[in-house]
């Protein structure tokens, strides 16, 4: 039985290369699901996403049906989110090449979990400024880090010519997550609360800094040797 157990990957892998070798347009590689870097940021990508897509669903609705906000009010009450992540967008950019992808897949999936965490406090009866205001803003800071180096992270993982293809699958899988994350989690929500479904959501970020921390570097090309203006290459 141990060895049947064992031997699973391999036969897997067979498979794959079977149904690849079928593949005529040769649009799709199962030698980026092998890739760790290409499947720890997918995972990654599935809890984060998960957590946000019930946070996403949850918070307005409780914020309607529990504290009688409008819609209007219940919809700006996640306006810091896009705001911040617009204003950070260039420093974030930057992150990859200044620290690489393993330090802000891993520190900015942490500062999330504890703006999700903000979300679970037991009194969210008071003003939003001191309630769902600052679970908002740690949170957007969490994903103003994470966004741009996972993307960064998982187009490097891929071939150039398979980037399109790489790109693509991340934005299924986060699709995905959302929708599993309230079809699951949206039991929890209406059984046994807005702060159990929030812990919940904290956990599955936490689960995505964990993925972050296994995350290895893409593989970079060594820069072409530029000669010094005025001297001819001797290559040539």
Known sequence: MRALILSIPERLRKVAEYIE???AAKTFSFELVWSRTFAMANALTFFLY?????VLFAVPLTLINAYHYSATE???AFLPLPLLMFVLSRWS???VARLGSQLPLTIGPAIATLGLALYARRDMSGPYWTTFFPAVLVLAFGL???VAPLTTTVMGAAPAERAGVASGINNAIARVAGLVAIAVLGGVLFADGFRAAMLWSAGLAGLSAVCGAFV???ARSAPARTPP???SDPAR
């Open 216 to 218: 290895t570097e893409p």
């Open 21 to 23: 070798s079928r593949n």
């Open 50 to 54: 998960a957590a946000l897509g019930m």
């Open 74 to 76: 219940a919809g700006a």
């Open 144 to 146: 103003s880090i994470s």
């Open 229 to 231: 203006s005025g001297r």
């Open 93 to 95: 950019g930057g992150i």
